[in-house]
């Protein structure tokens, strides 16, 4: 580990890690951030080519002491003339790139302007600037075809476009984090695999009071259109995220179920909608009718209120 270049090789193994974690992980965010693991083995991969160029050197240098003296000379006359070889490359792009002539040539290109003494050379322009002068032409005949002749979008109209497709994407994020889900935003779930989901949670919870079809027994009937606190997706998902009437034995589950886990099983409660249970407790409150198709897409329509219905 004395030279640059074994430096660079370690550096340049991590920096490889560091970009095939990051493009084979599937996440979308980057996997550095929420886990560790990658930071581990970005550690061993460090390690370990840290240990390989170790061994190489010491493997060299025992190799190099086994050279006979006259070997020995000859391998190092050969590793300074590549080295300065390597270099001679660099120098050699960069003089090319400034184009400016060696001092030896320059009384050739010497203009016959004397100003007191100062005189003026002939260069060419330096090669980097006039190629990168071509560039912006070339880029300025680009961008007139494309944003005055074809009609390109305007910043204006890029930034709309960029707008609509975050809106867009924010809707396609609220489809899949569930646990977003808010008295709002919920709505009936009629997949087999949620209702079965919402079952679970029913039996795992519900059933010392709701009995394990709905039925009702310290808690009310949940199979009959009755409902105490409204029925509909919207109530009941109030309900149960936020308990029932002070005292009535129905506390909020918020804190021990997660929102996605609340809208499971409130549609599954609601699946239980017109199933005859084995001991069916009689109707407790009023007859709910859906106003969903009426009312709940209306600016004003205000969910049930469970502290409202508390105090009457
Ligand atoms: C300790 C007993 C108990 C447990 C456990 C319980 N509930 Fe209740 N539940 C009640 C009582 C009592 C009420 C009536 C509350 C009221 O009158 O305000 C009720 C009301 C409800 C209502 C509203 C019914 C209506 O007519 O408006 C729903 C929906 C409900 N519970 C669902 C659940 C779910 C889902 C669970 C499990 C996560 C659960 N309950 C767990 C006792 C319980």
Redesign the pocket.
């Known amino acids: 580990m004395r030279t640059t270049a074994s430096y660079l090789r370690v550096l340049g193994f991590v920096t490889l890690t560091g970009i095939l974690i990051h493009f084979l992980s599937e996440t979308e965010d980057s996997v550095f951030l929420s886990s560790y693991w990658p930071w581990i083995f970005i550690g061993i991969v460090c390690l370990l080519s840290i240990a390989l160029e170790v061994c190489i050197e010491a493997l060299q240098a025992v190799l190099f002491k086994t050279l006979h003296a006259d070997a020995r000379q000859r391998y190092l006359d050969a590793e300074a003339l590549a080295k300065e070889q390597l270099f001679s490359k660099f120098k050699r792009i960069y003089k090319k790139l400034l184009g400016s002539r060696p001092i030896e040539e320059e009384s050739e290109i010497i203009l016959d302007h004397n100003y007191d003494g100062i005189r003026e050379l002939d260069n060419n322009l330096p090669p980097w600037w006039v190629y990168g002068f071509y560039a912006t032409m070339i880029f300025a005949a680009v961008y007139l075809i494309r944003f005055e002749i074809m009609d390109g979008p305007d910043q204006e109209e890029e930034y709309l476009q960029e707008l609509a497709q975050a809106k867009q994407d924010i809707e396609a994020y609220k489809k899949t984090a569930k646990d977003l889900i808010d008295i709002n935003t919920v709505t009936q779930l009629t997949e087999a695999s949620d209702l079965k989901a919402g079952s679970a949670?029913?039996q795992a919870?519900?059933i010392?009071?709701?009995k394990s079809d709905g039925g009702g027994g310290?808690?009310?009937n949940?199979t009959d259109n009755y409902?105490?606190?409204?029925g509909g997706i919207k109530n009941?998902f109030h309900?149960?995220s936020e308990g029932?009437?002070d005292g009535?034995?129905?506390i909020s589950?918020k804190q021990s179920l997660k929102p996605g886990e609340i809208q499971q099983?409130a549609s599954y409660?609601l699946s239980l909608q017109g199933t005859t249970p084995a001991e069916p407790k009689d109707a407790?409150?009023e007859i709910w009718e859906d106003p969903d198709d009426n009312q709940s897409n209306k600016p004003g329509f205000q969910p049930v209120d469970s502290t409202a219905i508390g105090s009457k």
Not at 227 to 230: A, M, S
Request: aromatic share 10%.
């Open positions: 949670i029913f919870n519900c010392a009071c709701h310290i808690g009310p949940l409902w105490i606190l409204g009941v309900t149960i029932g009437r009535k034995g129905m589950w099983v409660v407790q409150g």
